[in-house]
């Protein structure tokens, strides 16, 4: 029998999610944001030109056209920065907190417990400013899953194996009682397994190695 | 010998070119298909040659990429560290890791292309990810059914736990529905659905109608006049009644051929559920594997003491059932009181008690009534005014419309509560179908809060449960009386060792 105790929870007692400090993001993700939506812009104006010279209707107003291609741009700008400064991120012992938002703010935790799979992504131009983007996936669905962009790589990197590391400790604990077949499908499974145990010749399995 | 070795990073069959080629085509055909379409129906013969030129370089560069694509999709199986590796992408790089005990199902599956050229696919379906992420596009059968087994291998067997309860229990229903009471279910509940069909239905007929008078260049005149005179014959009010006769027989039918003779029975500690008149359903139900239990009553139901029940189930891929959410649900279409208590203790293992009780705040009530009642009326009003005015004849009607949405606004508000205590969090809402969801704390897959500028000051919060079956929001909160309690779920959630599924 383990050791047991039930002693009642005092909820001042609890650690505080809402007082936990979030580390910002690289200030080289900013560049990558800005580089983006250059592009992006780019192609507003490209759009634009291209009216501007065949549409009457567009040039007719020059000017009110450029000045509302302009203040799409700038906006554009401007909410990216907003965006880049609101966003950060925090590892607790046990779980991991991430915060995003414009004209709100987003606070989503996921315990270590929960996490399903994590991965790595590098766009082309984080890449340019070695920054990767760690995604934690759970089981809650895309709603639930965090994406953390602008991570220096070696940062993403160890915050990954941590992640894992965490996650295979918590499984080992609790092994035991686990039941992973899905019920609904476990005829569907135990089916395939059979067909896949099927003995296969030495030969075949030369060719491959 | 051993079996194939996944350990090394390797890449897919050499035919999966071909696949890759195939899936880049097709998704270059899916997001062109207007453009192309338009030449082709505007086709200038005399460009034939410029025509297959174009086409030859953009099969040429397709090519190359699909070549890339196969170049850089590598995959791995770490046996130490227990992962299943998937490298991927040519200018992005994308590298998914997979916990092995994370894998749900491993499918192998063969599309057309897939079968002229003789490679397979492996989906790996982990819980709650993306199923697409996870898929190996073309690989041999043998490769497909060693690489299947490998994965799954690593399963932790757990069956010999539940094959030792198997005895004694005996096969006496649970619960069992009578076709009295499919029938009262019948005319009790789904009144929106089956309402939408009926104008979904209506809508078509009359669309074919008017197919039919434009074809065939019938006189238009003439058949509005037999259908104006027709509708001379039939009062308003015997339409309505039609339509509410229509809509409850529709509900009726629907109910009794989908649960007809509904069983509920006690199995091994799991519930085996039977219904259906013509598509005959069997389903098995472990009590642990239910994320969400919700429980719906509207004012006739109350009366007739009828509730319906779902239980919904983690769902491994992005389902997405009827009404669009997605979730795994098993129904109990109606139970007694007393029947819904006691499938709730055998999935909880005891009811839910309510210690605090959270009211949304009155913010809530702005929120619904601009968007539910000033933005419509205020269009509707402008539409009157400046485009169309004929509208201007039906503004009368505007009265009975605020007065509708308001009643069912300030129902709304009167049932949005979140009752919680140190076991269960409770979300009541709706205005008519009263519907209670029920989740423990250790389900939780995590917590979201989002707080608008505006919203800092009045100390308000939405918050959202997310769940693998899917999820759960409760707005207009007040925030610091939530956060011990956030904290509190994030700790149940921690510190246990329980299972979530």
């Known amino acids: 029998m383990e050791e047991f105790t039930n002693s009642t929870v005092s909820f001042d007692s609890l650690p505080k999610f809402e007082s936990v400090p979030f580390k910002p993001l690289n200030k080289n993700y900013l560049n990558v944001v800005y580089i983006s939506n250059a592009i992006f812009s780019v192609f507003l104006a490209t759009g634009l030109t291209f009216l501007l010279i065949f549409n009457d209707f567009f040039s007719d107003n020059v000017i009110v056209w450029v000045a509302i291609l302009l203040a799409i741009i700038a906006l554009l700008f401007w909410t990216s920065t907003i965006s880049f400064r609101k966003k950060g991120y925090a590892l607790r012992e046990k779980d991991i907190l991430f915060r995003k938002g414009i004209l709100s703010t987003t606070t989503t935790v996921i315990p270590f417990n929960r996490i399903q799979h994590v991965a790595l992504y590098e766009g082309v131009f984080s890449r340019m400013y070695q920054l990767s983007e760690l995604q934690v996936y759970t089981a809650g669905g895309s709603s639930s899953d965090l994406h953390i962009p602008g991570l220096p790589k070696e940062e993403a990197e160890s915050i990954k194996s941590f992640l894992l590391n965490k996650i295979t400790v918590l499984e080992k604990e609790s092994v035991e009682l686990t039941s992973k077949l899905e019920e609904t499908s476990s005829e569907d499974i135990q089916f395939e397994h059979q067909s896949a145990k099927l003995p296969e010749s030495d030969t075949e399995n030369e060719t491959k190695n | ?501």
């Not at chain 2, 200038?44 to 990429?65: A, C, E, H, N």
């Not at chain 2, 990810?129 to 596009?137: C, F, G, N, T, V």
């Not at chain 2, 992005?318 to 139970?335: F, Q, T, W, Y």
């Not at chain 2, 979140?418 to 917590?447: C, M, R, T």
């Open chain 2, 1 to 501: 010998m051993p079996s194939f070795d996944f350990s090394q990073p390797q890449r897919q069959s050499v035919k999966g070119i071909t696949i890759m080629f195939a899936d880049t085509l097709q998704g270059i055909i899916r997001s062109l298909w207007v453009p192309l379409l338009l030449i082709i129906y505007r086709f200038d013969w005399d460009k034939l040659l410029y025509f297959i030129i174009g086409l030859v370089v953009l099969m040429m560069i397709i090519g190359v990429i699909a070549y890339l694509k196969y170049i850089n999709f590598t995959f791995f199986l770490d046996e130490s560290k227990e992962e299943f590796v998937i490298q991927k992408g040519v200018i992005s790089k994308n590298k998914i890791t997979i916990q092995l005990d994370k894998i749900q199902q491993v499918n192998i599956n063969q599309s057309v292309i897939q079968k002229l050229v003789g490679v397979y696919s492996v989906d790996i379906d982990t819980a709650g990810s993306d199923k697409k992420e996870a898929s190996i596009r073309a690989v041999d059968n043998q490769v497909a059914l060693h690489l299947k087994n490998k994965l799954l291998s690593f399963e932790k067997n757990t069956e010999g736990i539940s094959s030792e309860e198997e005895s004694i229990e005996p096969n006496k229903p649970f619960l069992k529905i009578s076709f009295l009471t499919l029938l009262k279910v019948g005319i009790t509940s789904n009144y929106g659905r089956s309402i939408a069909l009926l104008i979904g239905f209506i809508g078509t007929l009359y669309g074919g109608f008017q197919d039919v008078v434009t074809s065939f260049e019938v006189d238009e005149d003439e058949v509005n006049g037999l259908v104006d005179q027709g509708m001379g014959y039939f009062s308003i009010s015997f339409f309505l009644m039609a339509i509410l006769v229509l809509v409850l027989l529709i509900n009726l039918v629907r109910t009794v051929v989908k649960f007809f003779d509904y069983q509920m029975v006690v199995q091994r500690k799991a519930l085996a559920i039977n219904f259906g008149l013509f598509a005959k359903k069997n389903t098995l139900l472990k009590p642990s594997k239910v994320q969400i239990t919700t429980y719906s009553q509207n004012f006739f139901q109350r009366k007739l003491n009828l509730i319906d029940l779902k239980l919904k189930q983690a769902s491994s891929s992005d389902v997405v059932d009827e009404e669009g959410k997605r979730s795994n649900a098993i129904e109990v279409p109606g139970c007694s009181r007393v029947e819904k208590d006691e499938i709730l203790k055998m999935i909880l293992s005891k009811l839910p008690k309510t210690e605090q009780v959270f009211k949304p705040n009155f913010r809530y009530l702005i929120k619904a009534i601009s968007l539910g009642i000033i933005v419509p009326c205020v269009i509707f009003i402008c539409l009157g005014l400046f485009v169309y005015e004929p509208l201007q004849n039906y503004f009368p009607l505007l009265l009975a419309y605020i007065l509708m949405i308001g009643i069912i606004v300030f129902f709304q508000f009167r049932n949005y509560r979140l009752l919680l205590s140190k076991d269960f969090i409770v979300i009541k809402s709706n205005a008519w179908d009263v519907e209670h969801q029920l989740i423990e704390p250790f389900k939780i897959q995590g917590i979201s809060t989002k707080q608008f500028l505006w919203h800092k000051r009045s100390d308000i919060v939405h918050l959202t449960f997310h769940t693998a079956a899917g999820d759960l929001k409760f707005k207009f909160a007040n925030y610091s009386s939530l956060k011990p309690w956030i904290n509190y779920w994030l700790y149940e959630v921690e510190r246990a060792d329980r299972n979530w599924m």
